[in-house]
């Protein structure tokens, strides 16, 4: 490694690791990344392939390293497929494709960063490795646990890739790898850092907080219809309505929506007998759908693995955000029917809209109670929030609490943590975490809000324990100080790149 990378990592542990863990470590790794990210786009697409060359030139320039059109493409498919396998196919239209293209470059322009660091920085990889790579450690290219050089190369050709540029990618995907590797080593806890982990991981703690975020306080409080005609009739609160009311009056109209559940039966596209086997399925739970409970049928049925879990239910959503089948089905069904099937681009589809929110126009006079009560409650809020202040800077626990009832705040347990904890549980904020580590049983109640955004937070001690633990490596925590150190690193080299876009390719 070359004295530049050893400055930059002299702050990291001093442990480092052999060559054979290197070796096991970065073969490890490199199998689980490269497999992921190359051989998705063989295997997932299918080895006859359904990769498409979008013209000649170059998608982007990196220093002296131009980035091809065609990898751009194969990687904007690996994205778009692995976006259907997250979120069960629903893509958002041509908006979405184009955001995963972005995406994609980014990818690519950081790939050829990283690679051109390792080799910068002395992390060579020889032939010898990336020849027993591809044929010992890729099944893909295996019969019977044996390399086969006749499957490799159709593979290869059915993805228009050459064996030259096919094992450039993989020395690109080990050589960054094992730069990865050198940071995570270099992460490595001291013996004393351990033990001082050690420590705050036997001793927890367990406060109280109230979590004070002035939306959500509002949108809990019980405001009496009484007392917003009292308000409305005040005509200097009429005003601020009004004034409201005329700042914001696109916020308070309303698009039509549906909420409906699906099932989705998937379908390989172009396929006669797959197509013909989803619908017959389709068709099948539409009778069964008749008799039995539609989000039961879902949570068995469905293969739209995002929605499987809510037994097929996608929510609230106007038009336009599904695709066009779909979008026209769920807008015309009636509520609490299920419809014919539907086929999309994904597969087939039985859609049952459960609710329908008719658009609303906004005027002053459908507006003016829900501005009422928002102003009300900022009021309540501001003159609550003043006497919480007050109380704290006098430790008056009895006025702290009547302050919060009067907003319908309540003081909640995170239950026992470690101190070494980044976050209490529930908490959800670092800096009221932080914060927590003030209060002990002398001194139970902070005397200030901690804010955190727009969100403000009371912290109380509640109570402190130990418990012995065995001593275990951070791994967590290893990784990521490595992935920050790393991030860092790369940062700093982005700045002193030469990075060219070509605009042109992510408009297609």
């Known amino acids: 490694m070359v004295e530049k990378l050893k400055k930059y990592l002299s702050g990291g542990s001093k442990k480092r690791a052999g060559s054979a863990s290197e070796k096991?470590?970065?073969?490890?790794?490199?199998?689980?990344?490269?497999?992921?990210?190359?051989?998705?786009?063989?295997?997932?697409?299918?080895?006859?392939?359904?990769?498409?060359?979008?013209?000649?030139?170059?998608?982007?320039?990196?220093?002296?390293?131009?980035?091809?059109?065609?990898?751009?493409?194969?990687?904007?498919?690996?994205?778009?497929?692995?976006?259907?396998?997250?979120?069960?196919?629903?893509?958002?239209?041509?908006?979405?494709?184009?955001?995963?293209?972005?995406?994609?470059?980014?990818?690519?322009?950081?790939?050829?960063?990283?690679?051109?660091?390792?080799?910068?920085?002395?992390?060579?990889?020889?032939?010898?490795?990336?020849?027993?790579?591809?044929?010992?450690?890729?099944?893909?290219?295996?019969?019977?646990?044996?390399?086969?050089?006749?499957?490799?190369?159709?593979?290869?050709?059915?993805?228009?890739?050459?064996?030259?540029?096919?094992?450039?990618?993989?020395?690109?995907?080990?050589?960054?790898?094992?730069?990865?590797?050198?940071?995570?080593?270099?992460?490595?806890?001291?013996?004393?850092?351990?033990?001082?982990?050690?420590?705050?991981?036997?001793?927890?703690?367990?406060?109280?907080?109230?979590?004070?975020?002035?939306?959500?306080?509002?949108?809990?409080?019980?405001?009496?219809?009484?007392?917003?005609?009292?308000?409305?009739?005040?005509?200097?609160?009429?005003?601020?309505?009004?004034?409201d009311f005329n700042q914001n009056k696109a916020s308070y109209s309303s698009e039509e929506q549906v909420r409906a559940s699906h099932i989705l039966i998937k379908v390989k596209p172009g396929d006669a007998a797959s197509e013909k086997a989803g619908l017959e399925k389709i068709k099948n739970l539409q009778k069964r759908a008749e008799k039995e409970d539609f989000g039961k049928l879902a949570a068995a049925s469905t293969e739209d693995f995002g929605t499987k879990a809510s037994k097929g239910d996608l929510g609230f959503f106007t038009r336009g955000k599904m695709v066009p089948e779909f979008d026209q089905a769920a807008f015309t069904q009636g509520v609490g029917k299920v419809g014919e099937p539907v086929k999309t681009s994904y597969g087939y589809h039985l859609i049952k809209v459960t609710e329908k929110k008719e658009a609303v126009t906004s005027t002053l006079e459908n507006s003016k109670n829900k501005i009422a009560k928002k102003l009300i409650g900022k009021e309540k809020f501001a003159q609550a929030s003043k006497l919480i202040e007050e109380a704290l800077q006098k430790s008056d626990e009895a006025g702290l609490q009547t302050a919060l009832g009067s907003i319908g705040a309540k003081w909640e347990e995170t239950g026992f943590f470690d101190l070494g904890s980044e976050a209490a549980p529930k908490v959800g904020s670092r800096l009221a975490t932080q914060a927590a580590f003030?209060?002990?049983?002398a001194k139970p109640l902070l005397n200030r809000l901690v804010r955190d955004g727009a969100t403000s937070y009371l912290i109380k001690f509640k109570g402190m324990k130990s418990e012995a633990s065995a001593s275990t490596p951070d791994v967590n925590g290893t990784k990521e100080r490595a992935n920050e150190m790393f991030s860092r690193w790369m940062d700093s080299i982005k700045k002193t790149a030469t990075i060219e876009k070509n605009p042109l390719v992510l408009r297609e």
């Open 24 to 243: 096991r470590a970065v073969k490890r790794i490199t199998a689980m990344f490269v497999f992921g990210a190359i051989i998705l786009v063989f295997v997932l697409f299918g080895i006859q392939g359904r990769h498409t060359a979008i013209g000649i030139g170059s998608a982007a320039r990196v220093n002296a390293t131009y980035v091809s059109v065609s990898d751009l493409q194969a990687e904007s498919q690996r994205m778009e497929q692995m976006y259907g396998q997250l979120f069960g196919g629903q893509m958002g239209g041509d908006a979405q494709r184009q955001f995963l293209r972005g995406q994609a470059l980014e990818n690519l322009i950081m790939n050829e960063l990283i690679s051109q660091a390792a080799k910068d920085q002395g992390i060579l990889v020889t032939n010898s490795e990336v020849r027993d790579f591809i044929s010992k450690d890729m099944p893909v290219f295996q019969r019977e646990g044996q390399f086969q050089r006749d499957l490799y190369v159709q593979i290869l050709e059915a993805n228009h890739l050459t064996p030259t540029d096919f094992e450039e990618k993989i020395r690109k995907e080990r050589k960054s790898m094992r730069l990865r590797h050198v940071f995570e080593t270099a992460s490595e806890p001291l013996t004393l850092e351990e033990a001082k982990i050690k420590a705050l991981k036997e001793n927890k703690i367990n406060i109280a907080f109230a979590k004070l975020d002035e939306d959500k306080v509002i949108e809990g409080m019980t405001i009496s219809s009484a007392d917003i005609s009292t308000k409305l009739n005040q005509p200097d609160f009429m005003k601020k309505v009004e004034a």
């Open 438 to 441: 003030e209060v002990n049983s």
